[in-house]
Nanobody, 120 residues
Framework: QVQLVESGGGLVQAGGSLRLSCAAS????MGWFRQAAGKEREFVAVISWSGGNAAYADSVNGRFTISRDNAKNTVYLQMNSLKPEDTAVYYC?????????????????WGQGTQVTVSS
């Protein structure tokens, strides 16, 4: 069983930055998803096990950066130039196969989520 624990969420003004962390064990590809109130969960970013490949949703590309430190078993999501529409609960998730990286159903393990609120 893989345990994922997110941290780093909070309240920030528009234009500000936050860095989310996800403590994760095991050799998995790691993704970040988010779910805003009343909306479906959506893909944000993914990074391969080696860290050599990453992909982003169009809505965050150029503003968010995903990275990982396998020595620390931690995945990060650096979020810059935050907008009110980025407000959501952010989840990290682990997948065995990179081919399913955009599909939440292909992720086997999920964290409990961390709230990010961006005020205008």
């Amino acid at each position: 069983q893989v345990q994922l624990v997110e941290s780093g969420g909070g309240l920030v003004q528009a234009g500000g930055s936050l860095r989310l962390s996800c403590a994760a064990s095991g050799s998995y590809h790691m993704g970040w998803f988010r779910q805003a109130a009343g909306k479906e969960r959506e893909f944000v970013a993914v990074i391969s096990w080696s860290g050599g490949n990453a992909a982003y949703a169009d809505s965050v590309n150029g503003r968010f950066t995903i990275s990982r430190d396998n020595a620390k078993n931690t995945v990060y999501l650096q979020m810059n130039s935050l907008k009110p529409e980025d407000t959501a609960v952010y989840y990290c998730a682990a997948a065995r196969y990179y081919s399913g990286r955009f599909d939440a159903d292909r992720y086997e393990y999920w964290g409990q989520g961390t709230q990010v609120t961006v005020s205008s």
